[in-house]
């Protein structure tokens, strides 16, 4: 699944560049709830990693994705 921000495309359940279990591949660094229609959200509730606190970095663009909408940070 691919989100578009505004400075590109982010791969979901790409890996972090500061995952916290590089090699591991069981877990995902974001951790996807709910769908696309406008619930979907990433946070670090599931089976994740130390990095970030379910932010995302994205060029430019660091923020959040919470109910179908980025917020920038
Ligand atoms: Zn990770």
């Not at 995902?28 to 970030?52: F, I, P, Y």
């Not at 995302?56 to 920038?72: A, K, M, P, T, V």
Request: hydrophobic content about 25%; proline content about 3%.
């Amino acid at each position: 699944m691919i989100c578009v921000t505004p400075d590109g495309d982010w791969y979901i359940d790409s890996r972090t560049r500061n995952c916290g279990s590089p090699n591991d591949s069981k877990h995902r660094c974001w951790v996807r709830h709910g769908t696309e229609g406008g619930t979907l959200r990433v946070d670090k509730n599931g089976l994740t990693c130390s990095a970030d606190a379910g932010s995302l970095q994205c060029g430019d663009f660091h923020g959040f994705l919470h109910n179908g909408e980025l917020y920038s940070c």
